[in-house]
């Protein structure tokens, strides 16, 4: 068999493509051809893709072509390279260039290139202009303080301003002492919730506060992290066995100007044993007016009904605070407290008045919550406070840990509702002061 050096033979297969050689590695070479080549020695054949190729091969457009020096092969940075790949034999078919490395861009070409943000405040032509003819010149759309602070900067001094560590007194004192009473017989509206935040709001910036835990729950004493197991003294020992309210309130850790009387589970036998005591409605008033020590504020926490304790409640103090829940139920029930206050002023202390609504759980995202609102305000006017609590997480989080949510996340909107709750609270005693009930 004659091998004159080609995989296929065109005088066998009859083929007019490209033969591959298998003795050929130089680009110059052509087949049959006999005599040396007419190009000079020192150049270099077109490349694939160039004018002088007619092959049907694809074309590779624009790679910069190597020329030869006496040092070696030059290139530039970015040409294609040339390789010769040992198992096929026609060069111009086993040419390859490589993809060409990008160039890095510059520090101006990459600031060109940088996505715009919308929210990035643009100076306008005016302003440039006038900051180059003036350089005194302050643009109205330089941003404001407030505006220009981060978010946790503003959280920060928001934690500063209710925490108030200087320990002045900044929220204004009554001229006497207000007893208010927390109280709605619908259980989950917040009441418990309201009195601790409140009473620690009151007490952290200048103002001496009493809580009083009439809840057989406790809760306002987990609240305030006072302990409240079976044998401390209680609110129980006070309404029953007439101990002195000195002997049973206990200070709370860590906030000045604050103390707490709290309630164990031997309060709920409390509903019975009052059924046969002489007196059983006032019992309450008498203990708070025998205190040898002056408060400016006395809160006492209910527990969710209309019972004797909820009635010994409403005798001793002179305010109501009724916590109301955004939702329809609330508002159904609201009308039968009000009857009750109502009796217990006509019949047992005639100082009594609603002085105080605080709307609670408010989901700005409902349209039931803003019509809840509405109603209430609709109804009680200026005895609706202007600060509503809304529904913040870190609210329902800080019983967990002992705390109310004033020392647990001052940061938080929770504790800032309840921080301007309190504050026109402690405005509007000035403007109205209340005597103390004897």
């Excluded at 074309?59 to 530039?76: F, Q």
């Excluded at 609504?357 to 305000?377: G, H």
Aim: proline fraction near 10%; charged fraction near 20%; hydrophobic fraction near 35%.
């Amino acid at each position: 068999m004659h091998d004159d050096g080609r995989y296929d033979d065109p005088r066998v297969t009859g083929s007019t493509s490209d033969p591959v050689s298998r003795e050929t590695d130089y680009p110059s070479w052509s087949p049959g051809a006999t005599a040396p080549s007419t190009q000079p020695a020192d150049s270099e054949p077109p490349l694939r893709g160039g004018p002088a190729d007619h092959s049907t091969g694809p074309e590779i457009a624009g790679p910069p072509i190597v020329r030869r020096t006496p040092e070696g092969p030059t290139r530039p940075a970015n040409a294609a390279e040339v390789r010769q790949t040992p198992g096929r034999r026609n060069t111009a078919a086993a040419v390859r260039f490589e993809p060409a490395v990008p160039h890095q861009p510059s520090a101006a070409a990459a600031r060109d290139a940088a996505p715009v943000i919308a929210d990035a405040p643009v100076a306008s032509t005016e302003s440039l202009a006038a900051v180059a003819a003036d350089p005194t010149y302050v643009s109205r759309e330089t941003p404001t303080r407030e505006e220009d602070d981060p978010p946790l900067a503003m959280e920060a001094m928001r934690a500063v301003q209710i925490l108030n560590p200087s320990g002045e007194v900044t929220m204004p004192r009554p001229d006497r002492t207000r007893v208010m009473c927390v109280a709605n017989q619908k259980g989950g509206v917040g009441k418990t919730t309201t009195t601790v935040n409140l009473a620690v709001a009151l007490a952290l910036h200048g103002n001496r506060v009493l809580v009083v835990d009439l809840d057989p729950q406790g809760n306002a004493s987990t609240g305030l992290n006072v302990p409240h197991h079976t044998g401390i003294p209680d609110v129980y020992d006070c309404l029953i066995n007439s101990v002195p309210l000195a002997e049973v309130a206990q200070a709370v850790e860590g906030i000045p100007n604050l103390w707490c009387v709290p309630a164990t589970i031997d309060l709920a036998g409390a509903e019975i044993e009052l059924v046969s005591v002489v007196a059983r409605e006032s019992r309450l008033d008498r203990a708070i007016a025998a205190y040898p020590g002056e408060f400016d504020y006395v809160f006492i926490d209910c527990p969710p009904s209309l019972g004797l304790l909820t009635v010994n409640a409403l005798v001793a103090a002179q305010e109501v605070l009724i916590p109301i829940q955004c939702e329809y139920y609330a508002l159904e029930g609201l009308n039968q407290l009000i009857n009750n206050i109502n009796l217990v002023r006509q019949h047992l202390n005639p100082k009594l008045d609603v002085s105080t609504i605080l709307l609670t759980m408010y989901d700005r995202r409902t349209r039931l919550a803003d019509a809840v609102e509405q109603d209430v305000r609709n109804h009680f006017g200026d005895k609706v406070l202007q600060a509503v609590i809304p529904r913040n997480v870190r609210v329902s989080e800080a019983p967990s840990y002992g705390q109310s949510v004033m020392t647990y996340d001052p940061g938080s909107r929770g504790a800032t509702s309840y921080f301007e709750a309190a504050q026109e609270i402690a405005e509007r005693g000035v403007k109205e002061p209340v005597g103390r009930n004897a």
